[in-house]
C-alpha cells in the first residue's frame, strides 16, 4: 500500500479508488516535448480554417521531434511519432518528402508511423485497436511513442455528432485512454467553428478538457500567424509566425511536370494590423484577401498548363460564395462587391472578376 494512502474498495468490479495525502505526492516538473509550447502527458489542439497551415504545423512538429531537430530556436526531446491521418496518405507522405528535402534530413529511418486509415476515438472498441497498433509501434522502437497526432478530429471522431457534448465527452474520453497508457503528446489538429473563428468547431467540452491550444490564421498575404488560445499550467507563448514555401519533390507527372508540395518556413512576426490593409474594415480585408487568393491560385494552374496566365479569370459568384463559407452576411455581399469593384488589380466583366490589362503581369501575392 502507498505509504499516507485511502484504499477505498466498494466496488462490484473490485478495482480501487485512491487517496493520497497532498504532502506525499511530489511536485513535478514539465516536461516539455517541445520547450515551451508542447508538455508531454498533454492533449493540445491546433485549430485554423481550411489552408491555414495546421496541419502542417502538426507535421512539423512532428519531424522535428523525430529528428530531434530544435524546432525553430526550441528545444526538443527525441522520440517516435505516431500521425493518426483521416484521409489523404499519398498528399501526407509528400509533405514529410518536402520537409526532409527542405532541411537536408532524410525521414527514411525516422521513427515516423501514419495510419492508413481514419480512427475513431468516440467509440471505446476502435480505442482499443488503436491502442494494440501503438503498442506494436512501442515494442518495435523500445519505448512508447512520445508524440500522437490526430489530424483531423473530423476524421477521426467516430461515431455521433461533435456538436454533442456526450458524443464530444467520449471522444475526449478515447483520447484520455491514449494519453494516459503512454504519457505522449496528443495534438489534435481541428477545423475553427462556423460562426465563432476563435474556437476550435463543437461542443465546448472539448476547449475545457485540454491543456493547451493554438490558433492558425493565415493572412491574405499568406503569412501564418500561431496564436497561443489557451496554457492551462503555464504562461502562454508569445505568438510566431510561419510562411508556406513551394518544394519540388524530385519527381515528375505524366505530362513531365515537377512534383510538388509544401513546407513551413519561420518569419519574423508582426502583429497583424487591426482594420487590415490600407485601414480596410474586416470583411473588405476577408473579400479582398478571398479574390486575390483565388487569383493567385488560377494563375498557377494556368502557368502548369503552359496557358497565359494573365487571361485569369474568377466568377463573381465564386468570390461571394467563398466569402459567405468565411461568415459574410449574404445580405451584405453587394457593399463589398463594390469595394471589389473599385479595386485597381481588377475590372468587372460580368460574369466575371478579371485582371486590369494594366495590372496583369503583376504577382498579386507570393506562391504558396
Known sequence: ??????????????????????????????????????????????FGDPESGKSFIAIDMACHIATNK???????????VI???????????RRFDAWAIRHKKSLDNAPIYLSLQPAAMADTERVLIVKQA??????????????????????????????????????????DVIRAEYRAALVIVHHSGHGDKSRGKGAIDLKGAIDT???AEKDELGTIRVTCTKMKDHQKTNPFALKFRTVELGTFDDEGEPV???????????????????NLGKWQTV?????????????RNL?????????????????????????????????????????????????YFELHPQNSSNNLKEEK
Open 1 to 46: 500500500m502507498i505509504e499516507g494512502a485511502v484504499w477505498v474498495t466498494q466496488s462490484k468490479s473490485n478495482c480501487k479508488f485512491i487517496l493520497q495525502k497532498l504532502g506525499d505526492i511530489k511536485t513535478s516538473l514539465p516536461d516539455w516535448l517541445i520547450k515551451g509550447l508542447i508538455e508531454k502527458d498533454t492533449v493540445s489542439v491546433i
Open 70 to 80: 530544435p524546432y525553430h530556436g526550441r528545444t526538443v526531446k527525441s522520440g517516435s
Open 83 to 93: 500521425y493518426i491521418a483521416g484521409e489523404g496518405q499519398n498528399g501526407l507522405k
Open 134 to 175: 501503438i503498442d506494436e509501434v512501442s515494442i518495435n522502437e523500445g519505448a512508447p511513442p512520445s508524440l500522437i497526432v490526430i489530424d483531423t478530429l473530423t476524421r477521426n471522431f467516430g461515431p455521433g455528432d461533435q456538436n454533442n457534448s456526450r458524443d464530444m465527452v467520449a471522444f475526449i474520453s478515447g483520447v
Open 213 to 215: 491550444e493554438y490558433r
Open 260 to 278: 510538388t508540395s509544401s513546407i513551413l518556413d519561420p518569419v519574423d512576426y508582426t502583429p497583424p494590423e487591426q482594420n487590415g490593409p490600407k
Open 287 to 299: 473579400c479582398q484577401g478571398i479574390l486575390i487568393s483565388l487569383f493567385d491560385e488560377k494563375r
Open 303 to 351: 502557368e502548369k498548363g503552359n496557358y497565359d496566365p494573365n487571361q485569369a479569370k474568377i466568377l463573381i459568384s465564386d468570390v461571394k460564395q467563398e466569402a459567405i463559407s468565411h461568415g459574410l452576411n449574404p445580405k451584405n455581399w453587394n457593399r463589398y462587391f463594390n469595394h471589389l469593384s473599385n479595386l485597381d488589380e481588377f475590372i468587372v466583366n460580368q460574369p
